[in-house]
């Protein structure tokens, strides 16, 4: 089981060690936490994530499901940095909507960007992330995650929340710089 913990930023970072049971996972995070290394932490458990539960019974979308996480954090307020229900950022919401489905992603979107494979607008599939240069030129500063029919959910900036939005309102179609999969 991967230790997950946060940085003295407050930043997400990734396993501290992988463990081969969920209570040494715990125990030795607990430790951590006691000796002030860390101050929260979740346990992965990998044989429990969409995919593994997909392969095993050979029922169910990973893509429906990455849909289906992000759609649980609807209404969480924006937070810069944010990787958990306290809050989100846009980056924060795209990776913790994988992680929890079992595909680690890069934490910022430029990374995101960076990693995933091209795929074009018109052959979006859910669970695919969209990606914009909110400030102006070519550069990645923005990402959602696309749940179809022109739609994706995204953590929009300080004073909203997560939400769903078109992609073909004016401003995304003005800012959009491309889209990626990771399948």
Known sequence: MPINYRDE???????????????????EAQQFQQQ??????????PNQYSVARIQRSG???????????????LGVPYRWGGEDK???????????SYRLNGLDLPRNSRAQFDAGRAVARRSLQQGDL??????GGRRVTHVGMYIGR?????????????RVASLSSNYFTKTF??????L
């Open 177 to 182: 710089v491309g889209a990626r999969t990771y």
């Open 150 to 162: 022109g739609e994706f959910i995204h953590a929009p900036r300080a004073g909203q929340t997560v």
């Open 130 to 135: 969209v990606f914009f240069a909110t400030q």
């Open 86 to 96: 306290g809050g989100f950022d846009c980056s924060g919401l795209t990776m913790v």
């Open 59 to 73: 029922r169910g979308d990973v893509r429906e499901s990455w849909s289906e996480t992000a759609r649980r954090f």
């Open 9 to 27: 930023s407050g930043a997400l970072q990734g396993a501290v060690r992988q463990l081969s049971t969920y209570e040494a996972a715990r125990t």
């Open 36 to 45: 002030r290394v860390i101050d929260s932490f979740f346990i992965a458990i």
